[in-house]
């Protein structure tokens, strides 16, 4: 079973940034596409960047210009660099393979931009 822990949220002002990182414990980057996820409370989990093993990268509207998603194959560990964040960017942000079967959820990281 492949577990996934998500780590580097927490709490931050409009307009200020964090990085976001997944831990996997097997080599899964390299294999298989991946994306971050994030779900706010009364909202559905919804996919806001994906990462091919080839490199490719592709963003939700709402995040395009602001995020960048990165991997690090050999550490099997992936990123997500959230910059110029805003009060709607607030939500709990997991990582998981970028379509379905999931692997299993980790208890996710919990992103919140207030001032």
């Known amino acids: 079973q492949v577990q996934l822990v998500e780590s580097g949220g927490g709490l931050v002002q409009p307009g200020g940034s964090l990085r976001l990182s997944c831990a996997a414990s097997?080599?899964?980057?390299?294999?298989?596409?991946m994306g971050w996820y994030r779900q706010a409370p009364g909202k559905q989990r919804e996919l806001v960047a994906q990462?091919?093993?080839?490199?490719?990268?592709t963003y939700s509207d709402f995040v395009k210009g602001r995020f960048t998603i990165s991997r690090d194959n050999a550490k099997n560990t992936m990123f997500l660099q959230m910059n110029n964040l805003k009060p709607e960017d607030t939500a709990r942000y997991y990582c998981?393979?970028?379509?379905?079967?999931?692997?299993?959820w980790g208890q996710g990281t919990q992103v919140t931009v207030s001032s």
């Open positions: 998981n393979a970028d379509r379905g079967p999931y692997y299993r």
């Open positions: 097997g080599s899964i980057f390299s294999i298989y596409a």
């Open positions: 990462i091919t093993p080839g490199g490719r990268t």
